[in-house]
């Protein structure tokens, strides 16, 4: 997990994940509400992978 701050002011809390999909790695990018708030787990990575992973191959037939 990558924190992105704009510059000195920025609190927009976007944070940068990698996500492996079919053995690339692809970045996604989110803002959470609470700085605090813990990465994705690995489980959680691995749902988000599924699920993308699902919907190309969907998009493809």
Known sequence: MEI???D???NCHRR??????????YPIEFSVEDPNTPP????EKQKL?????????????
Not at 40 to 43: A, G, K, L, P
Not at 49 to 61: A, G, H, Q, V, Y
């Open 4 to 6: 992105i701050e704009h």
């Open 40 to 43: 994705m787990s690995e489980e």
């Open 16 to 25: 940068r994940e990698w996500i492996e999909i079919d053995g690339v790695f």
């Open 49 to 61: 992978s599924e699920f993308l992973t699902n919907f190309k191959r969907e998009r493809l037939e």
């Open 8 to 10: 000195l002011d920025c």
